[in-house]
């Protein structure tokens, strides 16, 4: 089956540090989404990638779909302690009706105040 | 803002149980999934719904799984018989349609089986 490759596994920043995470493919995904997610929360969407090449922003926050098809990276700039949490890539081929996302493992970011 | 609801919050049940999870799509949305997340662990796609019939089913989605849209508002998934590795966060999420790529997940429903 498709893999998301996301790295890194976790991130220990200072409050005011900019953050890069990325996720690789070993196939080509159509649609990159990144997700946020509390503790005992469902994801949340942050940013959608429709299209190779895109960039994307929402707030401090910057997504790119990677050339290829088969990457993509999201930047937090200035992090806050809110940022704390989980962050998701997922992506899906959209291919016909099929939507389903196979999702990276995530990315663990603490930020000290 | 429309959002996705789902009941209960905490499903605290017996192995060999059976247990219905409920979901609420956002109203005018057209493909439905259910998501499974172990503690720790990623998101794992289950199934998805779509014109009242099951469109694309995981390996996880078992026998044991079963998905309903039994009126027009609600989305259900049904345990049959409950294992203790069913445990996990189960999320619903919805969709628009073509185009509507972006799917809206729901706050979860934590399953503890014992």
């Known amino acids: 089956g498709q893999q998301l490759n996301q790295s890194p596994q976790s991130m220990f920043i200072q409050e005011g540090e900019d953050v890069s995470m990325n996720c690789t493919s070993s196939s080509i995904f159509n649609t990159w989404l990144w997700y946020k997610q509390d503790p005992g929360e469902g994801p949340v969407l942050l940013i959608a990638?429709?299209?190779?090449?895109e960039l994307t922003s929402n707030g401090r926050l910057t997504a790119q779909f990677g050339i290829t098809r088969k990457d993509s990276f999201l930047n937090i700039s200035a992090s806050i302690p809110s940022d704390v949490g989980i962050y998701f890539c997922a992506g899906h081929p959209r291919l016909g009706s099929n939507y389903k996302l196979t999702f990276g493992k995530g990315t663990l970011l603490t930020v000290n105040p | 803002e429309p959002e996705v609801t789902q009941t209960p919050s905490h499903q605290v049940t017996q192995m060999g149980q059976e247990v219905i999870l409920r979901c609420v799509p956002i109203?005018?949305?057209?493909?439905f999934y259910w998501y499974r997340q172990i503690l720790g662990q990623k998101v794992e796609f289950l199934v998805s719904f779509y014109n009242n019939e099951i469109s694309e089913k995981s390996e996880i989605f078992d026998d044991q799984f079963s998905v309903e849209r039994p009126d027009g508002s609600n989305f259900t998934l049904k345990i049959r018989s409950t294992k203790l590795e069913d445990s996990a966060m189960y999320f619903c999420?919805?969709?628009?349609?073509?185009?509507?790529?972006?799917?809206?997940f729901g706050p979860g429903t934590r399953l503890t089986v014992l």
């Open positions: 999420a919805s969709t628009g349609g073509a185009g509507g790529d972006t799917q809206y």
């Open positions: 990638l429709y299209k190779a090449g």
């Open positions: 109203s005018n949305h057209l493909y």
